[in-house]
């Protein structure tokens, strides 16, 4: 007789399990929970945002732009060392995973590759 590969169940503990889709089901007790586990869906949540010099940024931080950005719809661009603060990291689109207000400019997305902490 081989071994079940299935984990016993958590209602229970039998140890009948078996799958049924993308869930596991004690026939012993009824109780149905997914197959996959929960720390592989809470590792891929947790997104890492590095600056330009390898620093971890999070929501709230302040940053510096490291270098001259044009800006579409301006004749002046926003020049480097000019300071951004609160930022809130978002999963913007082509790579713009800042959201922030940028003094004399409004609101917009910069890429983290442009700025460093402060």
Not at 46 to 64: F, H, P
Not at 85 to 103: M, P, S
């Amino acid at each position: 007789m081989t071994d079940n590969p299935m984990p016993p169940c958590p209602e229970c503990s039998g140890t009948f399990a078996y799958e049924m889709g993308a869930l596991l089901v004690c026939p012993e007790c009824g109780h149905e929970w997914p197959a996959a586990s929960d720390e592989s869906g809470e590792a891929a949540e947790q997104r890492v945002v590095k600056d330009a010099v390898g620093n971890v940024l999070a929501d709230g931080d302040t940053v510096t732009v490291v270098k001259g950005l044009k800006v579409k719809g301006s004749p002046s661009g926003i020049k480097a060392g000019t300071k951004v603060r609160n930022i809130r990291l978002v999963d913007g689109v082509d790579g713009h995973d800042i959201a922030c207000k940028v003094e004399g400019f409004g609101p917009m997305q910069l890429k983290s590759s442009v700025v460093r902490k402060v």
